[in-house]
Nanobody
Framework: EVQLVESGGGSVQPGGSLRLSCAASGFRLRQHDMSWVRQAPGKGLEWVSSINSRSGREDLTAYADSVKGRFTISADHAENTLYLQMNSLKTEDTGVYYC????????RGQGTQVTVSS
């Protein structure tokens, strides 16, 4: 059974940092384009970042323009855990963050709340 469990959300001031984690079970991260998607209040799902580890060598990463240079996606294949390091957070980064097995967020976890507010 595929299971994704996110953690690490919280409340921070603008400019702050958070590190999200996603523990995966029932499959290996390398099998999918693991992704982070988010949902702001009253809005639809938005793709944030993806990582492709299928080559077994260098991970390939991609980011939405809105987070490029501030967020970093990574995968610990030994622990089968996905991460999202978020720096220089802005109020518009507020939302529920989901770990997913595809960039559209079709199969995702329960989410973790991130609130950026002064």
């Amino acid at each position: 059974e595929v299971q994704l469990v996110e953690s690490g959300g919280g409340s921070v001031q603008p400019g702050g940092s958070l590190r999200l984690s996603c523990a995966a079970s029932g499959f290996r991260l390398r099998q999918h384009d693991m992704s982070w998607v988010r949902q702001a209040p009253g809005k639809g799902l938005e793709w944030v970042s993806s990582i492709n580890s299928r080559s077994g060598r260098e991970d390939l990463t991609a980011y939405a323009d809105s987070v490029k240079g501030r967020f970093t996606i990574s995968a610990d294949h030994a622990e089968n855990t996905l991460y999202l390091q978020m720096n220089s957070l802005k109020t518009e980064d507020t939302g529920v963050y989901y770990c997913a097995t595809d960039p559209r967020g079709t199969s995702r976890g329960q989410g973790t709340q991130v609130t950026v507010s002064s």
